[in-house]
């Protein structure tokens, strides 16, 4: 296992951005039934007619249950569905934020075809993904490791992720509420893992962010038809 010997500490006092797939526009629940809007909007209608009274809560201070959604979407999603990543081989989960948003982006682009399309035969001319970037407030101290990748290169490897997983199990077990690394997908620019949800709040909506693979890269869109980063997949 790769020692501490070297590492420092990084003061995390501020927002981090946090990528992950959603849909920019609602779905009408009722669309599968009919091609008619009419027809949605009665079905609605009978919907209000019949369903019980909405919650209404007696402490409503306490009881904010849109924002407790939230909360479990952005930060709470991957400690509840633990799955392998870089610093976890899936026994526990782990929080990726970065910096700087367009890190998020190389690092997400990175996964999105070497991953999730690549495993699926998908990776073709067309496919598309929308996603939505949030900032999440991290106050933390976690442990730094970029002073020690020169030495250890190995836990920035571009696919083989046995130390920095077997490092990551050790924090996880030690309590430590996380790292700070160098991103691999982007060197030059940082990523924070985060191990325990407790140093994360306030999650916000930043901007929406559409992939979709074209000639050969993958296009990236902050609005609608206007290309903001093109990138090598």
């Known amino acids: 296992m790769v020692p501490l010997t070297g590492a420092a500490l990084a ?30 909007a009665t079905a609605q209608q009978v919907e209000r007619a019949v369903k019980p009274a909405p919650y209404v809560s007696a402490t409503p201070v306490i009881h904010r249950p849109f924002e407790d959604a939230q909360w479990q979407t952005v930060i709470g999603w991957p400690f509840a569905h633990p799955q392998g990543s870089r610093f976890s081989s899936g026994q526990f989960g782990v929080w990726y934020g970065c910096t700087h948003l367009k890190t998020t982006v190389y690092e997400t682009v990175h996964h999105w075809v070497h991953g999730l399309l690549a495993d699926a035969g998908f990776a073709r001319e067309g496919v598309r993904i929308e996603r ?67 140093v994360l709040t306030n999650p916000r909506v930043h901007c929406p962010l559409t992939y979709r693979l074209e000639a050969g890269a993958v296009v990236v869109e902050r609005e609608p038809g206007r290309v903001w980063l093109r990138l090598a997949p």
Do not use: F, K, M
Request: hydrophobic share 40%.
């Open 132 to 198: 939505r970037v949030h900032r999440v407030a991290c106050q933390a101290t976690l442990v730094d490791l970029r002073p020690l990748l020169a030495a250890h290169p190995e836990l920035v490897h571009p696919s083989d992720y046995t130390a920095a997983q077997a490092l990551g199990a050790r924090l996880h077990t030690e309590g430590q509420p996380g790292l700070v690394t160098d991103s691999v997908r982007l060197p030059g620019t940082d990523c924070h893992a985060v191990l325990n949800p407790v």
């Open 11 to 40: 003061e995390v006092r501020g927002d981090l951005y946090r990528n992950i797939v959603a849909i920019h526009a609602p779905q009408d629940l009722y669309d599968d039934l009919s091609h008619e809007p009419t027809d949605w």
